[in-house]
């Protein structure tokens, strides 16, 4: 339902105050002043409702899920961009609705914007999205509208087995949940299912459901629960410390990503030096081959320094920033945006797109970023910003006392 | 809408009611809402109404009246806005 703005409000105060006002001094001239301030209202009512009508015509969404079919309680990760045409003078954001058996809220987005987030389905079933709602203002009205029907694409959710809910069976009457009594004996079990990527192992591939949805889906383990851990190591450059320093940072590096492959199943590693990726391995299980893209983590020079440029993702977080204020300062806000909006679409580094596309093909939740953090931190604060935008935790691990790279979820001393 | 947007219309008001005259008050309204507003899209129509109300104002005489004429064609606004805004809802749950 349409909802008045405080300046409808006090528009609608000031008729009824002008219609007593009509009545006791009997005035044609009064009349005619609260008659054209209700007619003004249901004009603009009106010019609200059309263009609403227009607004929500234009939307389209485009709704990506990194896994269709998945395990009760398993994460999905969601991608939503939205396209519309805002008519001039309307504020107008979109909030996308996840299943109604799902945890997780998503982000409000503007037109043209991709907001990323995660949801953890609870039930089991087939279920879809619940659509999105159009928030629309200006004014004299505000309207928010859910919009049921842009709820694709399903997602398919199977049940936790017996043992791994806690539930018991007997007494239960009915078996609710499927019981795969050969999986205590063969290690992990399989979590979720999702599309095949080049690189995939083929052994992952299940073949039954691939057949299925005449598409190849592989299996993925309870074992990867929350994917492998990436670590992305900044290499130090010669004028950041001394030899001491450079020696412990290695050590700890090493010890890290040693650990990463023996307690899980692999690790997936990106070595940057200043604005420039030297090396990224996804979900590799081979100790050797990631110390070998390490370099023995000797101080590089830096060769594409970024010169405290903030990147794309950090300037589109500054374009989102909430337009408050009054008249000139709302104004600035908003044009600051559209300048830096524009400015994103049309200047993307190579360096943002590695880090993105690595980021891509790793499934982490989490990112451990490694690094001494001296000197220019742009190129640090562009890899956050990446991984924040894909719904990722970051946590910085820097010596004690060294500046913390802005956007970082948390910080560990090393 | 500033605040002093509002008070400026407030008073504008306060100057409509003062004139007294028909004529004058529905000269000075088109101008103050002129003022008061952003975008004027569409405003040619509103001044429309507006002069279409002064004149049943005119013709009717009455006070009591006229607010009854304005009441009969705010609530059959009210009635267009409404459908309008079903029809948009059907819509958006996919069922139209």
């Given at each position: 339902?349409m909802?008045p703005?405080?300046t409808a409000?006090g528009v609608a105060a000031l008729t009824l105050a002008l219609t007593?006002?009509a ?5 044609p001239a009064a009349i005619i002043a609260a008659g054209s301030l209700s007619i003004f209202l249901l004009w603009r009512a009106g010019r609200f409702s059309r ?88 004014t004299y009205f ?273 | ?8 219309l407030?008073?504008g008001e306060?100057?409509v ?5 028909l004529?004058?008050a529905l000269v000075i309204q088109v101008l103050i809402l002129a003022?008061f507003l952003?975008?004027r899209r569409g405003y040619p129509i509103l001044i429309a109404a507006v002069a279409l109300y002064a004149a049943v104002v005119a013709i009717l ?5 006229s607010l009854l004429a304005l009441a009969i064609a705010l609530i059959c606004g009210y009635a267009a806005l ?15």
């Open positions: 339902m909802r703005t405080r409000g007593a006002l009545i006791v001094i009997e005035s263009n609403l009508h227009a607004l929500a015509a234009s939307l389209t969404v485009s709704r990506d899920v990194n896994r269709t079919i998945l395990r009760q309680g398993a994460e999905a990760h969601v991608r939503v961009r939205v396209d519309l045409a805002p008519p001039p003078g309307m504020e107008v954001r979109v909030r996308d609705i996840p299943p109604a058996v799902a945890v997780g809220t998503a982000p409000l987005a503007e037109s043209g914007e991709t907001a990323t987030y995660t949801i953890r389905i609870m039930a089991p079933g087939r279920t879809t999205f619940g659509g999105v709602i159009l928030s629309a203002r200006d505000s309207y928010d509208l859910h919009i049921r029907h842009l709820n694709k694409p399903s997602l398919r959710v199977f049940p936790v087995r017996a043992a791994e809910g806690g539930g018991g069976r007997e007494g239960s009457g009915m078996q609710e949940f499927e019981v795969d009594r050969k999986a205590n004996l063969e290690g992990p079990t399989v979590r979720g299912f999702r599309l095949y990527r080049s690189g995939d192992d083929p052994r992952l591939i299940d073949w039954k459901i691939s057949a299925k949805h005449n598409v190849f889906y592989v299996r993925e383990l309870t074992g990867l629960e929350g994917g492998t851990p990436f670590i992305v190591v900044d290499l130090p450059t010669r004028e950041e410390g001394d030899h001491e320093t450079f020696a412990r940072y290695s050590m700890i590096v090493a010890d890290a990503i040693e650990g990463a492959i023996e307690s899980r199943t692999g690790c997936s590693l990106l070595v940057i030096a200043g604005g420039e990726v030297t090396r990224f391995l996804s979900g590799t299980s081979d100790v050797g081959e990631a110390f070998a893209a390490l370099g023995g983590l000797v101080p590089v020079e830096s060769r594409a320094p970024l010169y405290r440029a903030p990147g794309s993702a950090v300037l589109s977080t500054r374009a989102r920033l909430p337009g408050g204020g009054e008249g000139p300062e709302k104004a600035y806000r908003a044009r600051l945006g559209r300048v830096l909006t524009g400015f994103v679409r049309e200047n993307r580094s190579p360096f943002g797109d590695a880090v993105a596309a690595a980021l891509a093909r790793v499934e982490a939740t989490e990112v451990h970023l490694y690094t001494l953090a001296r000197g220019d931190a742009s190129h640090l604060a562009q890899v956050i910003h990446l991984a924040r935008s894909r719904g990722m935790r970051v946590v910085a691990k820097m010596p004690r006392g060294a500046p913390i790279p802005p956007g970082a979820d948390a910080m560990e001393a090393i | 809408m500033t605040d002093r947007r509002f008070l400026i407030c008073a306060v100057l009611v003062a004139v007294g005259n004529l004058a003022a952003d975008d005489g009455h006070i009591l009246l409404t459908l309008h805004d079903y029809r948009l809802t059907q819509w958006a749950r996919g069922s139209a």
